[in-house]
């Protein structure tokens, strides 16, 4: 294993929190050149053709993705029409994807996703698969802001070291958080989630919300998006409404 590969892996023995794991992310994918990432992990639905998203619960995420994009992807239910989803489940190699060149072959919704992502800033990237037993499925995707040339040399320096890193990342990931998915783990919002819900709950904007707790508007934003991910739910009310019936959040 080489330098960076091995330097990286060695770090992961000692990442215990979601925290933890999301700044290890954040720094390696920085290490090596990319600006951006996002990971989902957990175990596929049987029938993800009737089903509303792909994974059998709320899947392990972690993004570094601009907030109002994660919350209007979230709120639009975009996971399972992703393209860069949609390509991942059927492959077993990483790949790259260039939103500008794809997006006249492919599907109507996929065109629209990959179109708004790219108003949002993403604009190519390289996706790993990481496909395990039991239907674990896995899904790093990591984004370069340079120009296409200098994107692609990025990629061939370091597609061994994205692809490795990927999957010792979701193996440890499934082994550590509590929130594993087909581990029966109870699912738990942080207190500063509950919060927002509550005062989303009487009706107060993201904006409201910010001023009464004194955080940035795009905080409230990026908590909502992560309470509707745990939840599996692509609306506000909806959220409101789920984490009330399950007991997350009291009024």
Same mark, same amino acid.
């Given at each position: 294993?080489?330098?960076?590969?091995?330097?990286?892996?060695?770090?992961?023995?000692?990442?215990?929190?979601?925290?933890?794991?999301?700044?290890?992310?954040?720094?390696?994918?920085?290490?090596?050149?990319?600006?951006?990432?996002?990971?989902?992990?957990?175990?596929?639905?049987?029938?993800?053709?009737?089903?509303?998203?792909?994974?059998?619960?709320?899947?392990?995420?972690?993004?570094?993705?601009?907030?109002?994009?994660?919350?209007?992807?979230?709120?639009?239910?975009?996971?399972?029409?992703?393209?860069? #989803?949609?390509?991942?489940?059927?492959? &077993?190699?990483?790949?790259?994807?260039? $939103? %500008? !060149?794809? *997006?006249?072959?492919?599907?109507?919704?996929?065109?629209?996703?990959?179109?708004?992502?790219?108003?949002?800033?993403?604009?190519?990237?390289?996706?790993?698969?990481?496909?395990?037993?039991?239907?674990?499925?896995?899904?790093?995707?990591?984004?370069?802001?340079?120009?296409?040339?200098?994107?692609?040399?990025?990629?061939?320096?370091?597609?061994?070291?994205?692809?490795?890193?990927?999957?010792?990342?979701?193996?440890?990931?499934?082994?550590?958080?509590?929130?594993?998915?087909?581990?029966?783990?109870?699912?738990?919002?942080?207190?500063?989630?509950?919060?927002?819900?509550?005062?989303?709950? #009487?009706?107060?904007?993201?904006?409201? &919300?910010?001023?009464?707790?004194?955080? $940035? %508007? !795009?905080? *409230?934003?990026?908590?909502?998006?992560?309470?509707?991910?745990?939840?599996?739910?692509?609306?506000?009310?909806?959220?409101?409404?789920?984490?009330?019936?399950?007991?997350?959040?009291?009024?």
């Amino acid at each position: 294993m080489d330098g960076i590969l091995s330097h990286l892996v060695e770090r992961l023995d000692q990442l215990r929190t979601q925290d933890d794991f999301e700044a290890f992310l954040r720094n390696a994918a920085e290490e090596m050149g990319f600006d951006m990432f996002a990971y989902a992990g957990g175990r596929l639905a049987e029938d993800r053709v009737t089903a509303r998203t792909v994974f059998q619960r709320p899947p392990i995420t972690m993004s570094s993705f601009p907030d109002d994009w994660l919350t209007h992807y979230a709120n639009e239910g975009y996971f399972k029409d992703d393209y860069v #989803v949609v390509q991942s489940l059927r492959a &077993i190699l990483p790949d790259q994807w260039h $939103a %500008e !060149r794809g *997006v006249r072959e492919i599907r109507p919704r996929q065109a629209q996703i990959m179109r708004e992502a790219i108003d949002a800033g993403l604009r190519r990237g390289f996706f790993v698969p990481i496909h395990g037993p039991a239907n674990d499925f896995g899904l790093l995707n990591v984004i370069c802001n340079e120009a296409e040339g200098e994107f692609s040399k990025i990629v061939e320096r370091y597609r061994h070291e994205v692809h490795v890193l990927a999957v010792h990342f979701h193996d440890a990931v499934q082994k550590r958080l509590p929130a594993s998915a087909g581990r029966g783990a109870r699912l738990q919002l942080t207190e500063r989630e509950s919060e927002i819900l509550r005062w989303t709950a #009487v009706g107060k904007t993201s904006w409201e &919300i910010s001023e009464i707790l004194h955080i $940035a %508007e !795009r905080t *409230v934003n990026f908590h909502v998006a992560n309470t509707m991910r745990k939840l599996g739910v692509y609306s506000r009310t909806h959220a409101v409404a789920k984490s009330i019936s399950l007991g997350l959040t009291r009024l």
